[in-house]
């Protein structure tokens, strides 16, 4: 028999998505670096999101069999010292553990667990392991003051059998006998098979410390798939300022913006709320150089201390961005419109959202009266695909994003934007209205530099013939239609 060789196999090359805008990381593509060696700065080339954002694109299932972890404390602790954590090892059935969970005493999703992230493949995996008699992890569990228990660790896997008992989903990707069965649907000497399997479980006792839990919750999920930032702050910044970002990332305007139908699996609609909050209440100019988690922890700490009317203005200028967001740009809110180059002069908008620009947009939001901005949305949605074209603001969308002086830089030149528009000058308005672009565009689409059609409006460029700088007035008869990237390009030469 012959086989290849296993000195000759080609190595594993693992692949990461990036949970907020779905980018895949191929090493090919980034001069054959694997994502483990990019640096901690690394951020996603689309959306701008940290690399903990990133989770490997086929994980391995050794939640089921988990491969030996290297160990090694979170916090050093003395052995000799007090103690800390009381515990109580048992193997119940999962069948009892069944029965606690529906009656309110087995807890699996208490506040400081992140939501649910397991596929229906995942959990079919899970429950033919049971069936096959295969080892799975153990679970971790806390008492609470009433003897009731909740869920340390082991949320997923305790969530996908009792699920399945539930008859929510039918089994998916597992063998011929079994396949697309609920547990109503399988033979009653399976049913009691799933039931009567013993679970090692390991509780933590009330006496112990009470903060135990959560320690030993960041341990639990050292050297395993990372929890990304914002799950770990929804597990150890528990309180009534995590609370208030969760319900503002439930708001129907928000999750229309953000295209999600219920909340995300891995909490980023929560921390785009976070960034927004912390722009709002420390500014800009607070950010520090490359450290936008640290940025955000600090908001974290002050939310704390908000009183009801700061958290109540608070709310108000979120839903107030959102909404001129949606009144101002509508589908293309947060997306970058990018100008076209020599070869094909058309631009288009980005398909994806932009976090850097989504920051600007909302912040910029509450520098003006609501109604100031209604008024003038043609003239900012002109304005704003202007800038969008240069090529300083381009590129501080697209790189290094989280460098302090790049940060400064960019709402700068978006705050200068606004106060253009919304102030207004002596000589009248700079740009052309949208009226009098569709005007022109309706009448010969065709650019006056490169005498090639113009695709999309907002594509399309009235340029002052006599330019403005030097008097030339915003009027149809000082106007030359044309691409934006034609007009830039002849500003360039």
Not at 55 to 78: I, L, Q, Y
Not at 147 to 154: H, K, Q, R, T
Not at 258 to 278: G, I, N, Q, S, T
Not at 343 to 371: H, I, S, T
């Amino acid at each position: 028999m012959t086989g290849a060789s296993v000195t000759n196999s080609e190595p594993v090359v693992n692949l990461y998505d990036c949970d907020s805008c779905g980018y895949r990381y191929d090493p090919q593509d980034h001069a054959g670096v694997d994502f483990d060696e990019q640096p901690e700065a690394f951020e996603c080339p689309t959306c701008q999101a940290g690399r903990d954002h990133f989770h490997v694109f086929t994980p391995p299932t050794d939640d089921v069999a988990p491969e030996p972890k290297e160990e090694g404390p979170a916090e050093s602790r003395d052995p000799l010292g007090p103690r800390l954590m009381y515990t109580k090892a048992s193997s119940p059935t999962l069948h009892s553990l069944y029965n606690r969970y529906t009656k309110g005493r087995l807890v699996p999703q208490p506040e400081f667990q992140r939501y649910e992230v397991w596929s229906v493949q995942k959990r079919s995996a899970l429950i033919e392991s049971v069936l096959l008699d295969l080892p799975v992890p153990q679970v971790f569990l806390a008492q609470e003051g009433d003897g009731a228990s909740v869920v340390v660790d082991g949320q997923q896997r305790l969530m996908a059998i009792f699920r399945f008992f539930g008859n929510e989903y039918a089994l998916k990707g597992v063998g011929k006998s079994i396949e697309g069965k609920k547990f109503k649907d399988l033979p009653a000497t399976l049913q009691e098979k799933i039931e009567n399997y013993e679970l090692n479980v390991v509780e933590v006792l009330k006496e112990s410390d009470p903060d135990i839990r959560f320690a030993l919750f960041q341990r639990l999920n050292e050297g395993s798939v990372s929890l990304n930032d914002q799950e770990l702050r929804n597990c150890v910044m528990r309180g009534p300022y995590n609370e208030f970002i969760k319900e503002l990332s439930a708001e129907p305007a928000w999750r229309k913006r953000l295209k999600l139908k219920a909340r995300h699996p891995r909490m980023v609609d929560v921390e785009l709320v976070l960034r927004y909050m912390a722009f709002r209440d420390q500014t800009y100019l607070k950010h520090p150089d490359k450290k936008t988690s640290k940025f955000l922890d600090r908001q974290m700490s002050i939310g704390d201390q908000m009183s009801e009317k700061e958290l109540a203005d608070a709310k108000r200028d979120f839903r107030n961005a959102v909404e001129l967001a949606e009144t101002v740009f509508g589908e293309n809110a947060f997306r970058r419109f990018v100008a076209g180059d020599v070869v094909n002069p058309g631009g288009a908008w980005d398909k994806r959202q932009n976090r850097a620009l989504m920051d600007v947009q909302l912040w910029g939001f509450n520098r003006y009266e609501k109604g100031v901005y209604v008024k003038n949305a043609d003239a900012i949605r002109e304005a704003t695909i202007e800038l969008l074209c240069t090529s300083e603001f381009s590129d501080l969308l697209a790189h290094t994003i989280s460098e302090s002086k790049r940060i400064e830089r960019r709402f700068d030149l978006w705050k200068n934007m606004l106060d253009e528009v919304l102030k207004g000058s002596e000589q009248g308005p700079r740009a052309f209205s949208r009226d009098e672009k569709e005007a022109a565009f309706s009448v010969n689409p065709v650019c006056a530099i490169c005498n090639q059609k113009i695709q999309s409006i907002d594509d399309a460029h009235l340029d002052h013939v006599e330019p403005f700088s030097k008097g030339g007035k915003t009027e149809s008869a000082n106007a030359a239609l044309t691409h934006r990237y034609c007009n830039q390009a002849k500003s360039n030469s």
